[in-house]
């Protein structure tokens, strides 16, 4: 399936721009330690697959039609579900993970604490009065 003239020049350098703008975005926040390198990974494939898309439209109707989709809004929006299930997948997991290792951390600190005032109690008994 060939298309041409399907998205206007206007529409694609304002798409461009605003992916490009996000993409600093994201850079920003991992050069400033608020989004990790790792996190920041889906971030930046995503938007480069959407640069791609707003680029080259042809190949949405592409993908849709070996999909086997109607329409290439159809492809689009499962395309946008799936990816929204895999970052919440994602940062689930991730979340899980932290749980486990506050709860470790904070299991390990207790027992230190005990531990610190445990000595500090025999060196107070061992001091003469």
């Known amino acids: ?7 206007p020049a206007e529409l694609q350098v304002l798409a461009v721009a605003v992916l490009a703008s996000f993409l600093l975005w994201v850079f920003r926040l991992v050069r400033t330690q608020r989004l990790s390198l790792g996190d920041s990974l889906l971030w930046v494939v995503s938007t480069l697959v959407a640069v791609v898309l707003a680029v080259f439209p042809g190949t949405l109707f592409w993908v849709s039609s070996f999909l086997g989709f109607k329409t290439p809004s159809n492809a689009l929006l499962a395309a946008a579900v799936l990816y929204l299930a895999v970052n919440v997948l994602f940062n689930t997991v991730a ?11 904070t299991q390990e600190c207790a027992l230190l604490r005990a531990e610190v005032e445990a000595l500090r109690a025999r060196d107070r008994a061992d001091l003469p009065p």
């Open 95 to 105: 979340s899980s993970v932290n749980a486990a290792r506050l709860r470790r951390l």
């Open 1 to 7: 399936m060939r298309v041409t003239g399907f998205i």
